[in-house]
């Protein structure tokens, strides 16, 4: 199994500002996922962190809006820029220590844009 | 199109009762399925994880069962508690297409009471 650290566990953010969310795990592993859960939805992918490259990005979602880090096997940060309330949501990090085995979760991150 | 569908979407039991949540996806060829519970404003919490070549798995009063041909899956809980009370998730692998991403139900909202 894999443990993961995430923070901030939530946070109030003003619109126009960014937040940086971190995401660290307690073992190296292939893949890590950033996930967004709009209330009362289900969780929508937004990009796989791939280290040593760039993220890449599902349909609708773009670098600019959504900036990624993984500068190693063990840590990745997302970033959401410019928020504006629509960005309220629940960001979630996940792993899988191999490709396509068990998916593991941090605990979250709530973010409510005023 | 491959998608996961749960019912029912609100469950309300009295405490010890045994219940059944169900999962169904539209294309029996799968990778492999995953069980998840979300409390409130949380991250997500793997509970079971079944291969594509099993016909189910337990831990502890969870018990998952996974039906291929007819596209199902069912995650049995025995005597529950109040404890029990979370969003459950069920997510799968699909062999083709998406590129084995998870593709997710929208849960099912349990509540156990005393």
């Known amino acids: 199994s894999a443990v993961i650290s995430q923070k901030p566990s939530r946070d109030i953010c003003q619109r126009g500002t960014s937040l940086t969310i971190q995401c660290q795990v307690d073992s190296q592993v292939t893949m890590m996922f950033w996930y967004r859960q709009q209330p009362g939805q289900s969780l929508t992918l937004i990009a796989t962190a791939n280290q040593g490259s760039e993220a890449t990005y599902e349909s609708g979602f773009v670098i600019d809006k959504f900036p990624i880090s993984r500068p190693n096997l063990t840590f990745s940060t997302l970033t959401v820029s410019n928020m504006s309330p629509e960005d309220s949501s629940i960001y979630l990090c996940?792993?899988?220590?191999?490709?396509?085995?068990?998916?593991?979760f941090g605990q979250g991150t709530r973010l409510t844009v005023v | 199109k491959q998608e996961v569908t749960q019912i029912p979407a609100a469950l309300s039991v009295p405490e010890g009762e045994n219940l059944v949540l169900n999962c169904s996806f539209t294309d029996s060829a799968i990778y492999n399925l995953q069980w998840f519970r979300q409390d409130p404003g949380k991250g997500l919490t793997s509970l079971l994880l079944i291969q594509s070549s099993q016909r189910e798995q337990t831990s502890g009063r969870l018990n998952a069962s996974l039906d291929k041909s007819s596209g199902r899956s069912t995650l049995y809980i025995a005597a529950s508690q109040p404890g029990d009370s979370a969003t459950y998730l069920c997510?799968?692998?699909?062999?083709?297409?998406?590129?084995?991403?998870?593709?997710w139900g929208l849960g099912t909202s349990l509540a156990v009471n005393p």
């Open positions: 997510a799968v692998r699909f062999n083709a297409g998406n590129n084995r991403k998870l593709i």
């Open positions: 996940s792993v899988n220590i191999q490709e396509n085995t068990e998916a593991f």
